[in-house]
C-alpha cells in the first residue's frame, strides 16, 4: 500500500478496480533517483531529455477516461517512467507501450522485471507507428499531445475501442476520445509534452 491513492480519491473518483491499482503501484520506484520523497506529491518531476513524468493526478484522471476495466489489450504512446503502463498492467490483461526514447525503455523494462509486471511488453520506435504485431487493441492512449491522430493507428483500433488522446487545439490541448466510426468527443483541457517524430537511440 502507498499513500497516493488515498491522496488521489480526494480528487478523482476511482472505480474500485483503479483505486486498487493506484494503491499497488508505488510510485516511487518511478520517479528519479533523487526524488523519492517527492513521488507521493500531485506534482509532474523531472526525467531524462526534458520528457517528464506526468502528475499523478494526470495519470489518474487517463487512467479513468480510459475506461480500462474489462479490457484485454491497451496501446500506450509514450511510456516515459513506465508509471502508466504499470497502473494499466493491474487492470487491463496485456499492455503495449511505445517510447520514442530508448534509454527511458531499457530503464523501464528493468523497473517492470524488478516488480514482476509480466504483461507489459515495452519496446523503443515512434509510437506514430503503434505496433502492429499486436494490433487490434481496444484501447490506444497518447501520453503525449498531438495535432491529429495517425491514421496507422485507426487501422490498429479494435472495432469496439477508442483512442484517447490530447489534442492541440488553438494553443490548448484537450483531451478527446476517437471512435473507429469516425465520432469525436471532446472532454476536458490539460497539458502534456509534445509527441515527436523519430528516435533517440
Ligand atoms: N506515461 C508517462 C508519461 C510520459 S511523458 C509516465 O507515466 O511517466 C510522454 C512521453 O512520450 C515522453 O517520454 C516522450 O519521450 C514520449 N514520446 C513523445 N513522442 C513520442 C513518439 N512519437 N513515440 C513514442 N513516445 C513518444
Redesign the pocket.
Known amino acids: 500500500m502507498n499513500p497516493l491513492a488515498d491522496k488521489l480519491a480526494d480528487y478523482v473518483n476511482f472505480s474500485p478496480i483503479i483505486y486498487k491499482a493506484f494503491s499497488e503501484i508505488d510510485r516511487k520506484f518511478?520517479v528519479p533517483i533523487g526524488l523519492e520523497k517527492h513521488a507521493y506529491n500531485i506534482t509532474p518531476l523531472p526525467?531524462a531529455?526534458n520528457?517528464?513524468?506526468?502528475s499523478p493526478l494526470t495519470?489518474a484522471k487517463m487512467t479513468i477516461l480510459l475506461e480500462p476495466e474489462n479490457v484485454d489489450k491497451v496501446l500506450?504512446?509514450?511510456?516515459?517512467?513506465?508509471?502508466?503502463?504499470a497502473i494499466l498492467s493491474k487492470i487491463v490483461r496485456r499492455v503495449f507501450t511505445?517510447?520514442?526514447?530508448c534509454p527511458?525503455v531499457k530503464e523501464a523494462k528493468q523497473k517492470f522485471e524488478k516488480l514482476r509486471l509480466f504483461n507489459i511488453n515495452i519496446k523503443c520506435?515512434?509510437?506514430?507507428n503503434g505496433w502492429r504485431e499486436f494490433a487490434p487493441y481496444e484501447r490506444i492512449l497518447f501520453?503525449?499531445a498531438t495535432d491529429e491522430i495517425p491514421k496507422e493507428l485507426f487501422a490498429q483500433l479494435d472495432e469496439n475501442g477508442f483512442i484517447l488522446a490530447p489534442i492541440n487545439k488553438e494553443n490548448k490541448q484537450i483531451i478527446t476520445r476517437f471512435y473507429k466510426n469516425g465520432k469525436k468527443e471532446e472532454i476536458e483541457k490539460c497539458e502534456?509534452?509534445?509527441?515527436?517524430?523519430g528516435i533517440i537511440l
Request: hydrophobic share 35%.
Open positions: 518511478f526525467l531529455d520528457s517528464t513524468i506526468s495519470i500506450e504512446i509514450g511510456s516515459g517512467s513506465g508509471y502508466q503502463a511505445v517510447e520514442r526514447i527511458l520506435d515512434d509510437g506514430r501520453s503525449a502534456f509534452v509534445p509527441l515527436k517524430k
